[in-house]
């Protein structure tokens, strides 16, 4: 259209559409609810068990563990990549968690079980 570059794009919209659709009929949306309530619930488990950890935070599937003091989180996060499992870090001592949006419960698992054995070998 005149005087944008990308506006009025049919082929994209029509795959925006079917993303949205895709999205709603697989309930994306509540998975991530469902599962980020899972994952922190973990997360708050093993900062309340861990003294390397201090407290989990987050919202949907987007979410943060504080480590105790003196603890890297890229010891963690190479730990944690060794295990096969990619999670990132956010400032000098908050591991980051953000899952795929279509992660499941016995996943959610796994990376909890993953994540106490690296926080106890340290």
């Known amino acids: 259209t005149h005087a944008t570059t990308f506006g009025g794009n049919p082929r994209c919209a029509a795959a925006a559409l ?3 659709e895709a999205m709603e009929e697989e309930n994306i949306i509540g998975n991530c ?3 980020g309530k899972h994952l922190l619930g973990k997360l708050e488990k093993i900062a309340e068990s861990s003294p390397r ?3 989990a935070r ?3 599937l987007l979410i943060g563990l504080e480590l105790a003091g003196g603890i890297s989180p890229a010891t963690i996060v190479s730990a944690m990549m060794a295990k096969g499992f990619l ?3 956010a400032g000098e001592s908050v591991l980051r968690f953000a899952p795929p949006l279509i992660v499941t419960k016995d996943q959610i698992d796994l990376l909890a079980d993953a994540l106490s054995s690296a926080l106890d070998s340290l």
């Open 87 to 89: 999670i990132g870090s």
């Open 53 to 55: 950890a201090k407290n």
């Open 18 to 20: 079917a993303a949205m």
């Open 33 to 35: 609810r469902e599962m």
């Open 58 to 60: 987050g919202r949907g």
